[in-house]
């Protein structure tokens, strides 16, 4: 059955560095999205990807997030300057475009600043 | 803005007897999907049951059941004849209509629900 990939699943890192957070959508999906879950909070919106064009972003995505489809494979997240408060599990998703809004999540990828 | 509240941060349940798990949401909007999700251990989140809004007969997907109260903005999830592997955190979410793959999905705090042999 087809799956969202996410890598890496741990990614530690010291702050004020840059990281990418990869993903590989199901193959025939449209719509991709980042989420996050900082420790013991809520899942959180990030933003959503269509057409290659950002569809919509929450509060939290400021100037130091970055979404990028590279290939017809990747859907990529940066931060650009990591803060300790970007520690959190990174979930990205894929729809179809079905109208049964079902995601299709990945399993994480945890980022720790240090 | 939406929010979405799970108020039972965990719960328990024997094998084979049923289970509720409660949501409720605050939302000036009258057009919106409500879901649940599910996450095992180590897994991916995946969709258990869906309701739109408009629809009064509340959703039902095999065992799962939810009791969808409009006026009261509450969303419970049932599950009944429970099994090992419902063993999971459970999130409710709610996404505004009309319907558009790019809305975003508010999250509630999850429940983690154990299933006992």
């Known amino acids: 059955e087809p799956e969202v990939t996410q890598t890496p699943s741990h990614q530690v890192t010291q702050m004020g560095q840059e990281v990418i957070l990869r993903c590989v959508p199901i193959?025939?999906?449209?719509?991709f999205y980042w989420y996050r879950q900082i420790l013991g909070q809520k899942v959180e919106f990030l933003v959503s990807f269509y057409n290659n064009e950002i569809s919509e972003k929450s509060e939290i995505f400021d100037d130091q997030f970055s979404v990028e489809r590279p290939d017809g494979s990747n859907f990529t997240l940066k931060i650009r300057s990591t803060k300790l408060e970007d520690s959190a599990m990174y979930f990205c998703?894929?729809?179809?475009?079905?109208?049964?809004?079902?995601?299709?999540f990945g399993e994480g990828s945890r980022l720790t600043v240090l | 803005a939406q929010t979405v509240t799970q108020s039972q941060p965990e719960m328990s349940v024997q094998e084979a007897e049923t289970v509720t798990l409660s949501c409720t949401y605050d939302t000036s909007e009258n057009n919106y999907y409500l879901f649940w999700y599910k996450q095992p251990p180590s897994r991916q989140m995946i969709l258990v049951i869906r309701?739109?809004?408009?629809?009064?007969q509340n959703a039902t997907e095999n065992r799962f059941s939810v009791n969808f109260q409009k006026a009261a903005k509450s969303f419970s999830l049932k599950i009944s004849d429970s099994q090992l592997g419902d063993t999971a955190m459970y999130f409710c979410a709610f996404m505004k209509g009309p319907y558009n793959a790019g809305n975003m999905l508010t999250f509630g705090g999850g429940t983690r629900l154990m299933v006992k042999p």
């Open positions: 193959s025939n999906h449209l719509y």
């Open positions: 998703a894929s729809n179809g475009g079905a109208s049964t809004g079902e995601l299709f």
């Open positions: 309701q739109e809004a408009y629809k009064q």
